[in-house]
């Protein structure tokens, strides 16, 4: 159930109403919400200094910590040459650095810069606080839905382990 705040005052209905599961019909109705919260998210980014890819690839780096570009590309579900513009982006920038592997003299290792992790955290900052507002409206069932939620559409893209990754 969802509380619904309008001009007649607030209501409760369940999530699902006016919403099919007709995996077409829903498709659709999530792609256009999924688009509305992207709209808001982007609004709401700082100086938008690097592009939602290269954000992706950062904040990719911050949470799971140096790994090799074709990690990267597959955690990223991209291409491995896709992958390789990225971060030499990111590197002529200054927000990440490539280091040589150090078991395997044919690789070499991305992490963030001081500079890469201080601009995610101040990209971070300004999409999480819209976010934060807006979760702290729901009440504590209507956060463990969209937490369920969230764990499901994660699932969604995230390609079963040996599916060979697509360019986006």
Do not use: C, K
């Not at 705040?5 to 109403?17: H, I, K, M, W």
């Not at 030499?88 to 992790?117: C, E, I, N």
């Not at 209507?142 to 969230?150: K, L, S, W, Y």
């Amino acid at each position: 159930m969802i509380s619904v705040r309008g001009d007649v005052g607030a209501r409760t209905v369940p999530y699902s109403a006016g919403v099919t599961s007709d995996p077409r019909a829903l498709a659709s109705e999530l792609s256009l919400v999924l688009v509305r919260i992207t709209r808001q998210l982007r609004g709401r980014r700082a100086d938008a200094q690097i592009s939602l890819t290269q954000l992706s690839a950062i904040a990719t780096l911050a949470r799971d910590g140096a790994m090799t570009p074709g990690n990267l590309a597959a955690r990223e579900h991209v291409q491995p040459p896709s992958m390789t513009r990225v971060i030499a982006s990111l590197t002529d920038a200054g927000l990440v650095a490539r280091t040589p592997h150090p078991t395997d003299g044919r690789q070499v290792l991305v992490s963030l810069t001081d500079a890469g992790r201080a601009l995610f955290e101040e990209e971070s900052n300004a999409r999480e606080e819209w976010m934060t507002e807006r979760l702290a409206s729901l009440n504590e069932d209507d956060r463990n839905t969209i937490g369920d939620a969230v764990a499901i559409l994660r699932d969604l893209v995230t390609p079963p382990s040996g599916t060979p990754t697509r360019g986006r």
